[in-house]
Structure formats: C-alpha cells, structure tokens
C-alpha cells in the first residue's frame, strides 16, 4: 500500500503565504498524477487544486485560482501546493491524494492550515 503523509501546515496571516507538502511512502508507477482537498469546519470536503503527470496539466477550484499553485515530481509522487495571498476562507484542513486511473485511491492524514484576519 501507498501511504501519504503531508506537511508544511501551520498559522499564517490574511495575505501570507504557505507552502504544503504531500509524500507517497513507496513509489507507484501506477500513478496519473496527484490532488489537493480540503475541508473547512462544518463543510463537505472539496477540490482544491490537482496535477496529472503525463501532459502535466494543473487545475484549481475556481476559489483558489490564481493564489494557488500545485507543482509535483512524478518520480517520487510528491506533489506541492503553494498558497499565497492566503485568505481566512483558506481555513481548513488539507488532504493530499494519488490518483491511479480516473480515482484517488490513496488519502493523507491531512495538515492544518490557519489563516487568521
């Protein structure tokens, strides 16, 4: 089994930034690439941000479109998600994932990311 384990979570001001980190515990060459979730207190998990490898093609939820960037290395399956202009609606709890075919089959513990106003 692939294990995830992310890191880079903490507190930072509305306008800051913050950059996460996700990294598979073995390698897969099963993988098409890697996403980034989230869950805010009280709300459903949703899509943040996602890299397929192979053309290496990125998309983002329309909330964080131009503040974020996913980046990753197919290689290791890590992948990064760089946050700036954080705002206190960035609040949550962030998942990183390995996606094999069209599912993520593989989930993180999650790290905390505060922004505060």
């Given at each position: 089994q692939v294990q995830l384990v992310e890191s880079g979570g903490?507190?930072?001001?509305?306008?800051?930034?913050?950059?996460l980190s996700c990294a598979a515990s073995r390698r897969t060459f099963r993988s098409v690439g890697m996403g980034w979730f989230r869950r805010a207190p009280?709300?459903?998990?949703?899509?943040?941000?996602?890299?397929?490898?192979?053309?290496?093609?990125t998309d983002y939820a329309n909330s964080v479109k131009g503040r974020f960037t996913i980046s990753g290395d197919s290689a290791k399956n890590t992948v990064y998600l760089q946050i700036d202009s954080a705002k206190p609606e960035d609040t949550a709890v962030y998942y990183c994932a390995l996606r094999e075919e069209?599912?993520?089959?593989?989930?993180?513990?999650?790290?905390?990311v505060t922004v505060s106003s």
């Open positions: 903490g507190l930072v001001q509305a306008g800051g930034s913050l950059r009280g709300k459903d998990r949703e899509f943040v941000a996602a890299i397929t490898w192979i053309p290496g093609n069209y599912q993520y089959r593989y989930w993180g513990q999650g790290t905390q």
